[in-house]
């Protein structure tokens, strides 16, 4: 037994850390470097980038070999989730033609401008594997962009364009890529082929997601809040991934559309759900997100070495698509977006104006990511093999470390510098007119309860002043502290908690009815949605 121990010993150091241990390592840097992140203003997963890129330099240091395949399936699906929960269907609407003009137009313009580009700096390479390469580096990576919208307090209706753009893109770029490395393989390029494709994943994608979201909502009234209501939340975006990618269609589509599908329900167990699942889906986009961007960093070296001919003309290929993919997002943004405005000032709709300076940062924020890994990761190998596959793979990933480096570290300068950011006393005001709408709320309902059945007055006193306390945390309503002196029984207090359950729901369903008003904010609403539920969660 000893002799094969050792032996298996040897073995694991001739191939390096296993991917069990690499992934821990990645984990406990994410942990400790996010804070740093946050201190610095920069997205944290260009930290970690770089961290993967400074540990894969270090002599001795190996990376296993990781099958692309498992990237999409396992990674994307939860980050897509976490990001979508953020959002709403009002706001797509409202902004649909701008998030379409970004999420379908641009995606495939920019494939098209990189294969042009990529045939002609890489000789011998098929047109067609120049469009699968550039439907992996077209879309930007939806966490980078929803990290960049948080952290550096962009305005409302520029966010929720740039998390549009982001949640939206990877189902064009994905299937394009799909059908581009489908021609490339077999030879044959039918563009009828590739729009019929195109549409029927979407379709399937948008059925799924709504199919799943209507039956987990109906799953979710009847389970235990906890911890059965928050397995199912947690193991849904990749079940709703796994059965659109079965049915031939977008599993990106069907994860994002089970998270604005679910949205926010205003009743105590949904309340109690969303406590547990936002706390765990923070720490699951955090973990991943940081694991997947320190990795590329990493394996950035192990690429570079397989890629045949001088190392030089690789890099400077690379870096001629890189500046393919950043100029034509600034020449198809400022043109489109004004006419987009026009159009708007033309129809009389009501809102914030995207000028020069929000077009740039728009424009600059153009960093790619996970969706780009996996993709060119799953580039086919063995026989007959794709073309150029290896330095295409090298390609993409100069692609994210380029973009995340040196647009993410500037991207807070650019906002400064040009003043992009949401005003504070805007947040503060919309989150007073939510806060006032859930107290209205909840007298309406005090007051139906009051006239509908046998209550006692000491009873709804009591849960009138415990109403006017918690409005009052709220920074609405000053109030004095009421008398709690006395002993209460136990059929008084489980009275007191009822008619408090009820005031809440009402206040909760008003705030959840909110997030599908144009106008909304829908941060705010969770904001204001978190405080309601954490109240819930008090004793009195």
């Given amino acids: 037994m000893t002799p094969k121990l050792g032996n298996a010993n040897q073995l694991r150091r001739e191939r390096g850390a296993s991917p069990m241990a690499l992934l821990l390592l990645l984990v406990i840097a994410t942990v400790l470097l996010a804070p740093v992140a946050e201190r610095m203003t920069v997205p944290y997963p260009v930290v970690m980038l770089m961290f993967g890129l400074v540990v894969g330099v270090v002599p001795g240091v190996s990376v296993p070999t990781v099958d692309g395949d498992w990237i999409l399936p396992v990674v994307l699906p939860p980050l897509l989730f976490a990001a979508a929960r953020r959002t709403s269907w009002r706001q797509f609407l409202d902004n649909r033609r701008a998030i379409g003009l970004l999420a379908v137009a641009l995606v495939a313009v920019t494939a098209f401008a990189v294969a042009v580009v990529a045939t002609a700096v890489v000789p011998g390479l098929p047109l067609i594997a120049g469009v699968a390469l550039g439907a992996a580096v077209a879309p930007p990576d939806p966490v980078a962009a929803t990290a960049v919208a948080r952290k550096l307090r962009l305005p409302r209706r520029l966010r929720t364009i740039l998390e549009g753009e982001g949640l ?28 019929g ?33 928050s397995g199912l939340i947690l193991v849904l975006p990749f079940a709703a991934y796994a059965a659109a990618d079965a049915a031939h269609g977008s599993g990106v589509l069907a994860v994002v559309t089970v998270a604005l599908g679910l949205s926010r329900y205003g009743d105590v167990e949904s309340a109690q759900t969303r406590l547990v699942s936002g706390t765990t889906w923070e720490i699951v986009e955090l973990l991943l997100t940081g694991a997947a961007f320190a990795f590329v960093g990493l394996e950035i070296r192990n690429v570079a070495g397989s890629v045949p001919g001088p190392l030089d ?33 033309r129809r009389g709709v009501e809102a914030e104006p995207v000028g020069w300076r929000e077009m740039t940062v728009a424009s600059w924020a153009g960093m790619r990511g996970v969706v780009t890994l996996a993709a060119v990761l799953a580039l086919p190998s063995g026989t007959p093999g794709f073309p150029e596959r290896d330095r295409l793979i090298f390609i993409a990933f100069v692609v994210i470390v380029t973009t995340m480096v040196l647009q993410g570290l500037t991207l807070p300068l650019v906002v400064k510098r040009l003043g992009v950011v949401a005003s504070d006393d805007e947040r503060h005001r919309a989150t007073r007119e939510l806060v006032r709408r859930a107290r209205d709320a909840g007298s ?73 008003e144009s106008g909304v904010d829908p941060v705010v609403v969770d904001a204001v949605l978190k405080r309601l539920d954490a109240r819930g969660s008090q004793p009195d």
Avoid: C
Wanted: glycine residues 6%; proline residues 4%.
């Fill in 313 to 345: 003309v690789a890099i400077w290929q690379a870096l001629a698509v890189t500046a393919v993919v950043v100029v034509v997002r600034f020449a198809w943004i400022f043109p489109v977006t004004s006419v987009d405005e026009r159009v708007r000032r």
């Fill in 444 to 516: 309406r309902r005090l007051d139906e309860i009051r006239g509908d059945g046998p209550w006692d007055a000491e009873i709804l006193g009591h849960a009138q002043d415990n109403a006017d306390r918690m409005w009052h945390s709220m920074e609405f309503t000053p109030a004095e502290p009421g008398d709690e002196q006395g002993a209460r029984s136990a059929d008084h207090a489980a009275a007191m908690n009822a008619v408090k359950d009820e005031i809440l729901t009402a206040a909760r369903q008003e705030i959840s009815s909110a997030r599908a």
């Fill in 197 to 229: 494709a195109l549409t029927l994943a979407i379709a399937v994608g948008i059925g799924v997601g709504v199919v799943i979201a209507v039956a987990v909502r109906w799953l979710l009234i009847r389970l235990p809040a906890h911890p059965a209501g």
């Fill in 168 to 195: 939206s893109n990877d189902a064009t770029s994905l299937v394009l890529y799909e059908v581009a490395v489908a021609a490339t393989l077999t030879g044959a390029v039918s563009p009828v082929k590739a729009a």
